[in-house]
């Protein structure tokens, strides 16, 4: 589970910097990020700008380098810092490829449950109705508004670990490199002018 929290971590903290980048001529990046919560309203958010549009429209849309960008800019910048942009604008395509393959409806379902619980059962067969493969677990959460107890159960088997634990690792590689090129487009755009 604790594989599991990460995995929703890093697509919660990539989708809140996301949305943060867009929309810092309105608000203060730090204050937007801080304040994001993974609900269906963010989601959708998000959803709406990304569903859809390829890696170059999103980083333009977000203000950030695209490849062309910073091929146009290879002769201006220093080999070094060529390399890095290059990195790290294909880390951003890679990690937004990556959110856009997870399974929304389970990524709100899980946030929200782990908010309010971590209670792990790897048996639900006293729940009515409620049966899992010997290779999953369930999260159980009781929500107080409606007096039920829902399991969402996981497969935990170590190919579907290793999945969550490569999709972390893109996702959280791809929000660091999104915030370096935020903090460090100015010289793509000074070697393009």
């Known amino acids: 589970m604790r594989i599991v929290q990460e995995y929703l971590a890093a697509a919660e903290e990539f989708i809140g910097l996301y949305l943060a980048l867009r929309g810092r001529g309105v608000h203060p990046v730090v204050r937007t990020f801080m304040g994001f919560r993974l609900n269906p309203a963010s989601l959708a958010a998000f959803l709406n700008l990304t569903q859809g549009r390829d890696a170059a429209w999103i980083m333009r849309d977000l203000g950030l380098p695209t ?26 395509a890679g990690g937004l490829q990556r959110v856009a393959k997870v399974e929304h409806g389970a990524l709100l379902r899980l946030c929200d449950g782990l908010r309010e619980s971590q209670a792990l059962a790897d048996r639900v067969d006293w729940l009515p109705d409620r049966r899992m493969n010997p290779d999953q677990v369930a999260l159980l959460v009781l929500d107080q508004r409606q007096r039920t107890m829902a399991a969402h159960t996981l497969a935990v088997d170590e190919q579907q670990l290793e999945r969550f634990v490569d999709a972390t690792g893109t996702i959280t590689a791809a929000g660091r490199d999104m915030v370096w090129l935020y903090l460090h487009m100015r010289d793509v755009e000074s070697a393009l002018d």
Do not use: I, T, W
Not at 67 to 75: F, I, L, P, S
């Open 67 to 92: 490849v062309a960008d910073v091929e146009r800019a290879r002769g201006e910048v220093p080999r070094r810092q060529y390399k890095q942009f290059r990195a790290a604008v294909h880390s951003v």
